[in-house]
């Protein structure tokens, strides 16, 4: 389980973050998906159907 | 079609006496792909049965037949063009004719502009397409404002359709036949047909009882999904005599490919007879099932034999064996033997949650019938008769 | 623990560790690479295998070998073990493999979580297979007969495999994301100096496209599932009308995903192709700066048509109308890919090895499969070809030239960089020819099955279906084990063959062709420098 030796401590800490911050963004579209599109739905749902 | 090949072996031959002997490899490409070409316009020119669609039976279906040639029209000379640059290139431009690479092609004036000329191009021929795509969309999609249009209602069942005419009350339920009646329209046949005339404005409201469902019979051309809980609708008029068939086109489950539609479309003097025949049959059913009269089991269980194989057998299947896990066996179940005031509720209200849906909206005699049968059938012999006064009551 | 390491970090010095721990435990991307090529092709056979008993039932009216709940679970499987076992997997195995290659770095920018993203794919593998397996035990309840759609309310009937398939969906999921997450924290931060992005390999920018593209639209299909899951077992109505819910709301959420899906398969053929094509053509590719803008503009565009694939679900002419040109406007991005593909191969000096037979079969078919879907777009035409046989036709033509063979010729363009072997040019060919013509005898007659009225996904048909079902079948079985060839072409360069260059191709440009043949463990210790 070896990490390569070869990434510099800043470069690791430059990568850490940016993998954070996307596995946040992947989070964030998972969880406002729910409201989203129920939302969505009923604006399109309205429009068929009303 | 003969002219075609021909054409094709014309052409590969006449490439053949260019070809250096090393290389065949674009040929035989070539030869194949003008095949394949070849089979492409033969199925443009031709609107023959079991290669294109069928022909339409109404103007709607007509305008989206007629949006169907013009795109696959407009796709094949775009393919072609494609083609002939493709192998054009692949003919001169190759190492083994000595063609030295042209290192500088992208950066030409062609190759500065080429991301603006060609999506200009493609633009053009997307609003052609777009544009007549539309106005026929417009027709096809909005159920014109009519007092006379016949409304009928198109509900999906697994795996069974059920078509009520909205106007008249007239019911019609349409089921598949086993392949010994049917012969070679097996999976294209069915007992009672969708009978439709022509020269009217035709609504289909489509909803389901279960699960998705989809209405489609190419001549008519308009497909829906059937939604449980909701009502989509199409329209179409018809033109054209004749019986045209159809299948469900939404998976379904289990007997999917067991849901044909066979559209009857007749004259309207026709229709109106045929009407007036199917209201006289059901009032003399609904006459039959509500005097007061006491069946003899044995006529009720050759009733209930006949409606259990219609309506029942596709999920629990005429040997009363079902088809578990999904649909339980009814041969010596806790249901058929036990307790007659359940197995009346289950026939009647269905059970939640499963694929055994409401029957309720059989006739008291029916209902009886086939629960008679039921308790009576595949060594059940419980000797219960029920009569359609226990149904009536339980309802 | 401590000592394992130990041995590892010596071991980083000196060349690969060995054993099972240099693949249980590997954080080297070229290692983890073979891992997601190996699993790819293992997937592929499975795949192929439930297509081919689907074409075998298929070959002749009536019901022979399946019944119809095992015909549609396999089906099902069938998409999803291709899409999320095979095609997908593949890609992220070409993309461990070069993406550090090809822009100068040492290895991925983030080797744990790699190794991690990819060994939840055989934990997935398996919940997929038990989901398949579990219905045939007593009390397993009913084969997964939905189709990969997964709609309710059908698959609210299906017994428990569908939780098994929900739990497996979750899994795929959190590992294309992972995986997605390491792509693009390298190509963002692992170039060599000097590289920028305009200047990047157009393989890493397909991919850079790609994995955004799975990062936004995954989790959907996972919110999806879950509320399918919900709905299944702790008794809401997210889909379920009778309950104020509404079935076509899942619908969306699939397509929301499923649409950009397409593009995630077929972006890194693109990938390919832009390297493959240029170099046997030698001369670079026509358009790069078009090329990555097309790219960017089939993303987005992908991203918001995805009612397309539910016209007939009675949405309003407005909604149906904006559906439509948005598909129809997705041609032209399209469209100058393909044609930036020609012009490069316009008045270049070609030369035919099998990873260029791949490409220019790709632009011919993929082309043609395009076409079919501007046809598909068009809503009052596709009121007929929904759900029908010409569909199928449609999207395999789309898939298999546009994404399958795409792999393939990755493959065989880098299988001599990876083995340090030439494999089989003879065999690679003639592997090529059964492969294209086996396809297009499958296929093409499915397009005439589906206008004549055949629905998709029926076990049994009508007898006036027959000829076309028989033809296609034949092929089917021609284009099934043809790539038992392929396997063999593979094996033999991994044993031996011809000694491969470092730059295996006489017009191979880019940094990978750079490194020998095969290339050292770690790929670039010192980072090369770009003019």
């Not at chain 2, 003008?34 to 103007?59: K, R, T």
């Not at chain 2, 027709?139 to 016949?150: G, Y």
Request: contains cysteine; proline residues 5%; aromatic residues 12%.
């Amino acid at each position: 389980m070896a990490i390569p030796e070869n990434q510099s401590p800043e470069l690791r800490k430059k990568n850490l973050r940016l993998m954070w911050l996307l596995f946040g963004f992947a989070l964030m579209v998972l969880l406002t998906s729910f409201p989203f599109w129920i939302g969505m739905f009923r604006i399109v749902g309205d429009q068929a159907l009303g | 079609m003969i002219n075609h090949h021909t054409d094709n072996s014309k052409q590969s031959s006449s490439s053949l006496l260019h070809t250096p002997a090393r290389v065949n490899l674009p040929r035989i490409i070539s030869s194949l792909l003008l095949l394949v070409i070849g089979l492409m316009s033969v199925s443009v020119v031709q609107a023959e049965y079991g290669i294109n669609f069928p022909q339409p039976a109404g103007e709607v279906a007509q305008e989206i037949y007629d949006i169907h040639m013009l795109t696959m029209r407009v796709s094949t000379a775009l393919l072609i063009i494609v083609f002939a640059f493709v192998f054009y290139s692949l003919y001169f431009h190759r190492k083994s004719r000595g063609y030295k690479a042209d290192q500088h092609f992208h950066k030409s004036w062609f190759g500065q502009w080429a991301w603006v000329i060609v999506p200009v191009l493609v633009l053009g021929v997307d609003m052609t397409i777009a544009g007549k795509a539309n106005s026929v969309l417009k027709k096809v999609w909005e159920v014109p404002d009519d007092e006379n249009i016949l409304d009928v209602k198109v509900t999906g069942h697994q795996w069974w359709w059920e078509f009520d005419y909205l106007d008249s009350g007239i019911k019609v339920e349409s089921r598949y036949i086993p392949e010994e009646k049917a012969g070679d329209l097996y999976l294209r046949e069915v007992d009672n047909r969708l009978v439709l005339p022509t020269g009217i404005k035709i609504r289909f409201l489509h909803t389901s009882a279960d699960v998705l469902h989809a209405f489609w019979v190419p001549e008519l051309a308009v497909k829906k999904d059937a939604i449980p809980g909701y009502i989509t609708e199409t329209w179409i008029e018809l033109d054209r005599e004749g019986v045209f068939r159809g299948q469900c086109a939404e998976l379904c489950g289990t007997w999917h490919s067991r849901m044909p539609i066979v559209v009857e479309v007749v004259s309207p003097q026709r229709f109106a007879v045929w009407s007036e025949e199917q209201k006289a049959l059901k009032l003399a059913a609904a006459a039959e099932a509500s005097t007061d009269k006491v069946w003899s089991k044995d006529e009720l269980m050759a009733k209930g034999k006949e409606l259990y194989d219609t309506k029942c057998a596709a999920c629990h299947q005429t040997t009363g064996l079902g088809l578990p896990p999904a649909f339980p066996p009814l041969k010596g179940s806790a249901i058929a033997i036990g307790p007659i005031a359940a197995h009346i509720d289950i026939v009647i209200n269905g059970k939640q949650g499963t694929p055994m849906v409401a029957w309720s909206s059989m006739n008291d005699l029916e209902l009886a019938a086939i629960v008679t049968y039921e308790r009576n059938a595949w060594d059940n012999n419980t000797g219960d008769v029920v009569q359609p006064a226990d149904i009536k009551q339980a309802r | 623990m401590t000592t394992t390491t130990m041995t590892h970090d010596e071991a980083h010095h000196h060349g690969a560790p060995t054993g099972w721990r240099r693949w249980l435990f590997s954080t080297n991307h070229k290692d983890i690479g073979t891992l997601y090529l190996l699993f790819a092709l293992t997937m592929m056979f499975l795949g192929g295998a439930s297509a081919m008993l689907i074409r075998m039932e298929l070959f002749q009216p009536g019901i022979q070998l399946l019944d119809p709940d095992l015909y549609n679970n396999l089906v099902t499987n069938h998409a999803l073990i291709m899409i999320f076992g095979a095609v997908m997997p593949a890609a992220a195995g070409l993309a461990n493999w070069m993406i550090p290659m090809m822009i100068g770095a040492p290895d991925m920018a983030l080797p744990r979580l790699n190794n991690l993203s990819f060994w939840i794919l055989p934990a997935a593998a398996t919940m997929l297979l038990l989901s398949f397996v579990v219905p045939f035990f007593p009390g397993g309840g009913t084969q997964i007969n939905t189709g990969w759609t997964l709609y309710p309310p059908l698959s609210v009937q299906v017994g428990m495999s569908m939780d098994f398939l929900i739990f497996a969906i979750h899994l795929l999921g959190i590992s294309s994301v992972l995986a997605s997450i390491n792509i693009i924290v390298t190509l963002l931060n692992m170039r060599a100096p000097g590289m920028t992005l305009m200047k990047m390999p157009m393989f890493c920018w397909t991919w850079l496209v790609t994995a955004f593209l799975l990062i936004l639209v995954v989790p959907v299909l996972a919110g999806g599932v879950t509320m399918l899951l919900f709905d299944r077992h702790f008794g809401t109505s997210f889909f379920d009308a009778a309950g104020g819910g509404d079935p076509v709301l899942f619908q969306h959420l699939f397509w929301f995903f499923g649409h950009p899906e397409v593009y995630v398969l077929l972006l890194p053929s693109i990938g390919v192709l832009s390297h493959v094509i240029p170099t046997f053509s030698r001369k670079p590719l026509f358009g790069y700066n078009s090329m990555v803008g097309a790219m960017l503009a089939v993303a987005t565009i992908g991203m918001v048509v995805w009612a397309h694939h539910q016209y007939t679900i009675g949405m309003s002419l407005g909604a149906v109308t904006y559906f439509m040109i948005g598909t129809i406007l997705i041609s032209i991005p399209v469209g100058l890919m393909i044609f930036n593909f020609i012009a490069t191969m316009w008045r270049g000096s070609m030369t035919f090895e099998t990873p260029m037979l791949f490409a220019v079969g790709i632009v011919l078919m993929f082309t043609f499969g395009g076409l079919s879907g501007v046809m598909l777009a068009v809503v009052p035409a596709d009121m007929q070809y929904h759900d029908s046989m010409f569909v199928v036709a449609h999207f395999h033509y789309v898939l298999m030239p546009g994404a399958v063979f795409g792999l393939f010729a990755g493959v065989f363009y880098w299988l001599p960089k990876w083995t340090g072997h030439m494999y089989d040019e003879r065999l690679g060919k003639i592997f090529f020819w059964t492969n294209v013509i086996g396809f297009n005898i499958t296929f093409f007659p499915q397009h005439f099955l589906g206008l004549a009225g055949m629905p998709r996904r029926i076990i049994d048909y009508n007898v006036m279906f027959t000829e076309f079902n028989v033809v296609s079948s034949i092929g089917a079985m021609i284009f099934g084990l043809s790539h038992l060839l392929l396997l063999y072409i593979v094996i033999k360069a991994i044993r031996g063959g011809k000694k491969a260059r470092s730059r295996s191709w006489e017009g191979a440009t880019g940094l990978e062709w750079e490194l020998s043949s095969p290339p050292p463990f770690h790929s670039w210790t010192v980072a090369p420098k770009i003019k």
